[in-house]
Nanobody, 124 residues
Framework: QVQLVESGGGLVQAGDSLRLSCAASGRTFTTYTMGWFRQAPGKEREFVASIFWTSGITYYADAVKGRFTISRDNAKNTVNLQMNSLKPEDTAVYYC?????????????????WGQGTQVTVSS
């Protein structure tokens, strides 16, 4: 069974950086698409970024393009989200997600596996 465990959230000030990690286990992820989503209070869960595990091809939401970077560490089986120039509107619970094939999508229902989430709070 695929397990995804996020870490690295916290409280920061606007303009600061944070690095989230997602530890993935239970499968060989070479054919997987890995994604990050976020959900702010009272809002729908929205796509942030995704990466094809083997090729490293990435895809970003417009709201984070140029500020966030998704990457994977094959040796550690982790997917990371480096978040720079954080804004108060980035405040949300951030979720790691996975699906067992290559797909370029921003739709949450296309992902089968989810972590429990990690809180990111950006103060102004």
């Amino acid at each position: 069974q695929v397990q995804l465990v996020e870490s690295g959230g916290g409280l920061v000030q606007a303009g600061d950086s944070l690095r989230l990690s997602c530890a993935a286990s239970g499968r060989t992820f070479t054919t997987y698409t890995m994604g990050w989503f976020r959900q702010a209070p009272g809002k729908e869960r929205e796509f942030v970024a995704s990466i094809f595990w083997t090729s490293g091809i990435t895809y970003y939401a417009d709201a984070v393009k140029g500020r966030f970077t998704i990457s994977r560490d094959n040796a550690k089986n982790t997917v990371n989200l480096q978040m720079n120039s954080l804004k108060p509107e980035d405040t949300a619970v951030y979720y790691c997600a996975a699906v067992s094939h290559l797909i370029r999508t921003t739709t949450r229902r296309d992902y089968r596996y989810w972590g429990q989430g990690t809180q990111v709070t950006v103060s102004s």
